[in-house]
């Protein structure tokens, strides 16, 4: 990748685009996507033309990155600063009518997040990040919990407002044009069947019943939280074939327990232990990451990869 500094260059040389597309054949629309994306892939002609305007060489022009160096110079960019949690406040206040306390760290690259506490319906916090991965720009909710819920406060009302919450941070991440979103689940000790269990898909029924019977706690919370990012679109990521295959039957299994109206949420839970032992399907309580994209890549992974086979010599 190639970093130009064309608007550096306008700036110390007091030159508009007006006057640069008069004095070059480039046009203006094409000048203003160069300046406003630096890594802009630029034509052999355009190139040529800019550096012999400028009277300089291709080095002093720019600077030739890696696709991941790239990435990491545009991270800092997209950090947890007062402007973008201004952004992320606005988006609150506008859609949710709620305000949040805020705590970068690590660079602004991390943020602790939490609600302040005037709000009396209910409390949240939460813990998000940025990186780079090979599929671009990453924002990762790695944990979210809602909780503490008013008596006054309907589920149907709660689920509504849990949805919308994540999808103002999916906004949010948009706006700053994050390539994909992370979200984490993690798994729950269910203390009425005194095991750890993976969150899984349940219907509307099951998970009313749970919020209106039971002391909303942390199997509630990643119960609603795994219905509504599956609804939103949300996959879970599977690193290799043998995972993406148990995934596969875990679901089938789930699916088919969910559909068996005549049992209660606990009996289908119990059943549910009970045929992914038989079927050899251990449950693994690590925390799982389930992915949306939400922005085209701009920089296409292959060349991450081409930068890698060249690094290692392969």
Not at 15 to 36: C, D, G, P, V, Y
Request: charged letters at 30%; proline letters at 2%.
């Amino acid at each position: 990748m190639y970093k130009n500094r064309l608007k550096e260059l306008m700036l110390e040389r007091n030159i508009s685009n007006h006057m640069l597309a008069r004095e070059t054949t480039i046009s203006r629309q094409a000048i203003t996507k160069i300046k406003n994306n630096p890594f802009h892939d630029i034509s052999i002609n355009v190139l040529t033309e800019l550096l012999e305007y400028f009277d300089i060489s291709f080095d002093d022009f720019g600077t030739i990155y890696t696709r991941e160096q790239c990435l990491q110079t545009l991270l800092p960019d997209k950090g947890f600063n007062h402007k973008n949690l201004d952004l992320l406040e606005s988006l609150f206040s506008e859609n949710l009518c709620i305000s949040c306390k805020y705590q970068p760290y690590s660079s602004e690259q991390c943020l602790n997040i939490w609600s302040k506490g005037y709000y009396k319906k209910f409390s949240f916090s939460g813990n998000m990040r940025i990186n780079t991965s090979l599929y671009g720009l990453t924002f990762e909710i790695t944990d979210f919990d809602l909780y503490r819920i008013s008596k006054n406060f309907t589920f149907d009302t709660f689920y509504e407002f849990y949805e919308n919450f994540i999808i103002q941070l999916e906004n949010y991440a948009l706006n700053l044009g994050f390539t994909q979103i992370v979200i984490n689940i993690n798994s729950y000790t269910d203390k009425d069947l005194d095991t750890r269990l993976e969150p899984r898909i349940v219907n509307s029924k099951d998970l009313k019943f749970l919020v209106s019977n039971y002391k909303y706690s942390n199997r509630e919370n990643e119960l609603i939280k795994m219905a509504i990012i599956k609804h939103l679109g949300y996959i879970e990521y599977c690193y290799n074939d043998v995972l993406q295959k148990r995934k596969f039957e875990k679901e089938r299994i789930n699916t088919y327990l969910d559909s068996l109206r005549h049992l209660t949420f606990f009996e289908k839970e119990k059943k549910r232990i009970s045929m992914f032992s038989e079927k050899n399907l251990h449950s693994n309580h690590n925390t799982k990451k389930f992915i949306k994209q939400i922005n085209s890549e701009f920089i296409p992974k292959e060349k991450l990869e081409k930068d890698v086979k060249r690094q290692w010599g392969w």
